[in-house]
C-alpha cells in the first residue's frame, strides 16, 4: 500500500538532526550535547555557537531545495524542473555574489539573501516565460541551460574582476556550497525568507494536483492558474534564494529527492510537497556529516558531494526520459 513516509523521514531526519550536533573534530557525547544545548558545561559555546547553526542551516537549506523541487516539477509537470537544472541556484548565486562583490553583505547583512532571492525570482520568470505553459522536456532544460549559463558567465565576470585575491577567495569558496563557519546572525538572516518561501509552496498542494488534469481543466475547478503559477514561482524564489544566499550553490537536492519519493506518495503533487522538504533536509544533513568524516586535508565543500551524486542521476534519469 501506498502512503507518504512522513512518519519515517521525520524520525530519520531527527537523528540525524542529532547525529550532526554530535559529529565533528572532537566528538561529543550525549550528556555534553544535551548541556551544551541548554548553555550549560564546557561544549556550551561549541554546540551553540558552531554545531547548531550548521545543523540548522543543513535542514533549513535541505527543506527548501527539496520542497522547490517538487512544487516546480508539479507546476510545470515536468520531472526535469528543478532549482539547479532550470537555473534558479545559479541566479540566486549571481546575486548573493553582487552582495559579495561590492561589499553590500558587509555593510548591510539582509542583503546578501534578498539579492540572492531578486536572483531567483528573476531566472524563474525567464524561465516560465522561456519555455512556455506547456513545456516540455528539452524546452525546459533548453531555457534552463541558458539562464543558467547566463547567469555563471556573469558570476566568473565578477570573480574575474574582483579587487583583491581576498574577494576572490571568499566568493570562489562560498560559490562551492557549505554550511560549515555559519553563524547565529545567519540563521536570523536568512530563516525567516526560507520559512515563508516553504509556507507559500506547501500552499499550493491543491492547486498543483489539479493541475495535473491540464490549465483549462484545473480553471473549471475554481483554481487560479494565474495565481497559482505566481505562488510557486514567489515561494521558490524566496526559499531558494534564501538557501542560496547563506549555503552558496548545492545542487541536485530538489531533483533527486521528489523523484525517490514520488513512487510513495502517489504520483500527487500535493502529497509529495511536505515528504520532499523532510527528504532534502534529511540528505543534506547526511551529506554534510559524510563531508566531516571523510579523510581528506581539507574538509570538502558540500556543493561538490551533492554534485557529484546528482550529475549521474540527472543523466540517468534523462536517458529513462529519452526511452519513454
Not at 548541556?35 to 535542514?59: D, S
Not at 562583490?101 to 536572483?119: C, I, K, N, Q, S
Amino acid at each position: 500500500m501506498k502512503g507518504t513516509p512522513t512518519l519515517a523521514l521525520a524520525t530519520l531526519l531527527a537523528v540525524a538532526a542529532s547525529a550532526s550536533l554530535a559529529i565533528g573534530y572532537v566528538p561529543l557525547p550525549l550528556s555534553d550535547l544535551v548541556a551544551g544545548l541548554f548553555g550549560h558545561g564546557q561544549a556550551a559555546p561549541l554546540v551553540q555557537e558552531i554545531r547548531l547553526p550548521r545543523a540548522v542551516l543543513g535542514l533549513a537549506v535541505g527543506a527548501s531545495l527539496g520542497l522547490a523541487g517538487a512544487a516546480l516539477q508539479g507546476l510545470l509537470r515536468n520531472p526535469l524542473a528543478e532549482p539547479g537544472v532550470v537555473g534558479i541556484s545559479a541566479s540566486a548565486g549571481l546575486g548573493a555574489v553582487i552582495a559579495l562583490y561590492f561589499g553590500l553583505a558587509a555593510a548591510w547583512p539582509p542583503a546578501l539573501p534578498l539579492l540572492g532571492m531578486a536572483g531567483a525570482g528573476v531566472a524563474a520568470i525567464l524561465v516560465l516565460a522561456l519555455a512556455g505553459r506547456a513545456a516540455g522536456v528539452l524546452a525546459l532544460v533548453l531555457a534552463g541551460v541558458a539562464v543558467s549559463s547566463f547567469a555563471v558567465a556573469l558570476t566568473a565576470l565578477a570573480l574575474n574582476l574582483a579587487p583583491n585575491p581576498y574577494a576572490l577567495s571568499e566568493m570562489l569558496f562560498w560559490l562551492l556550497g557549505s554550511v560549515r563557519d555559519r553563524s547565529n546572525a545567519d540563521v536570523l538572516h536568512a530563516l525567516p525568507f526560507m520559512a515563508i518561501g516553504a509556507a507559500m509552496l506547501l500552499a499550493s498542494g491543491r492547486g498543483l494536483d489539479a493541475l495535473t488534469l491540464g490549465e483549462e481543466t484545473a480553471a473549471s475547478l475554481g483554481v487560479r492558474v494565474g495565481r497559482l503559477r505566481w505562488l510557486v514561482v514567489s515561494g521558490t524564489a524566496l526559499a531558494v534564494g534564501a538557501a542560496v544566499s547563506v549555503a552558496g550553490s548545492i545542487g541536485f537536492v530538489g531533483l533527486v529527492v521528489p523523484h525517490l519519493l514520488r513512487p510513495l506518495c502517489g504520483h500527487r503533487p500535493a502529497r509529495l510537497l511536505l515528504p520532499s522538504a523532510l527528504g532534502g533536509a534529511l540528505l543534506v544533513t547526511v551529506a554534510d556529516i559524510l563531508v566531516r568524516l571523510v579523510p581528506t586535508a581539507t574538509e570538502l565543500h558540500l556543493g561538490v558531494v551533492t554534485s557529484l551524486a546528482g550529475a549521474p542521476f540527472f543523466l540517468v534519469l534523462l536517458l529513462s526520459l529519452g526511452r519513454q
